[in-house]
């Protein structure tokens, strides 16, 4: 940034530039885009990956090996400390931790992991438990529900 850049007002917008708006204006004619060519058409862009016709790095590349990614198990986590929220007696699970805004969904499952502490009794339906949220939950007088 000069001196000169500096505005009164403190204006870090920039005008836009007007291309293809004739030759005096220093972007007329080709508007910057030059002479012919993919690049100077309208809706020049080519796929992700596109290399000009030339076998692409992913298409070049072995593969090999296994994959389960289309398989991976997806949970919805949350930790033991968050369910204070809760009310002594209440049963939580998924649902009622999404109503509350406890979590955000990532999976249709719920793991309850052990951080913080707890000191009301819940019954907690989820489909994994952490051995540290377990005992916690258990310590506290609560009752833990596996869902299969």
């Given at each position: 940034?000069?001196?000169?850049?500096?505005?009164?007002?403190?204006n870090?917008?920039?005008?836009?530039?007007?291309?293809?708006?004739?030759?005096?204006?220093?972007?007329g004619?080709?508007?910057?885009k030059?002479h012919?060519?993919?690049?100077?058409?309208s809706?020049?862009?080519?796929?992700?990956?596109?290399?000009?016709g030339q076998?692409?790095l992913?298409?070049?590349?072995?593969?090999?090996?296994?994959?389960?990614?289309?398989?991976?198990?997806?949970?919805?986590?949350?930790?033991?400390?968050?369910l204070?929220?809760?009310?002594?007696g209440?049963?939580?699970?998924?649902?009622?931790?999404?109503?509350?805004?406890?979590?955000?969904?990532?999976?249709d499952?719920?793991?309850?992991?052990?951080?913080?502490?707890?000191s009301?009794?819940?019954?907690?339906?989820?489909?994994?438990?952490s051995?540290?949220a377990q005992?916690?939950i258990?310590?506290?007088?609560?009752?833990?529900?596996?869902?299969?």
């Open positions: 940034m000069q001196i000169h850049d500096v505005t009164a007002r403190g870090n917008h920039d005008k836009r530039k007007r291309v293809g708006r004739g030759v005096g204006s220093g972007k004619k080709t508007a910057g030059g012919n060519g993919q690049r100077s058409r809706g020049d862009l080519p796929r992700i990956g596109f290399e000009g076998m692409p992913f298409r070049r590349m072995p593969k090999r090996g296994f994959t389960n990614a289309r398989f991976k198990k997806h949970y919805t986590l949350i930790n033991i400390e968050s204070e929220a809760f009310d002594a209440e049963v939580v699970d998924l649902t009622a931790v999404l109503e509350k805004g406890l979590a955000r969904k990532t999976g499952m719920l793991k309850v992991l052990g951080q913080g502490d707890l009301k009794e819940l019954t907690i339906k989820a489909h994994k438990f051995k540290s005992s916690k258990e310590s506290a007088g609560g009752t833990v529900e596996v869902i299969d």
